[in-house]
């Protein structure tokens, strides 16, 4: 028997990948949404979850950027 799951092929750098395999191990998102750990840069995700990701993924990087409205 096949199954079959429709997602998304994510590439990116070792460190980012093990923010986004750290956020699915923890469930922070409410649900697992890693399907396969390919390599060290791939991963191959649930296609339902990527609205949120990215929205989570563009809090860390405000968190992280300086403001440049306070200089």
């Known amino acids: 028997m096949v199954n079959v799951k429709k997602g998304v092929l994510v590439s990116c750098d070792p460190a980012m990948k093990q923010f986004l395999v750290f956020l699915d ?14 390599d060290e840069r791939h991963l191959f995700i649930d296609k339902e979850i990527v609205p949120i990701l990215e929205q989570k993924i563009d809090e860390l990087m405000e968190s992280l950027s300086p403001d440049l409205a306070e200089k």
């Open 25 to 38: 191990e923890s469930r922070t998102l409410g649900t697992s949404f890693v399907v396969k750990d390919l």
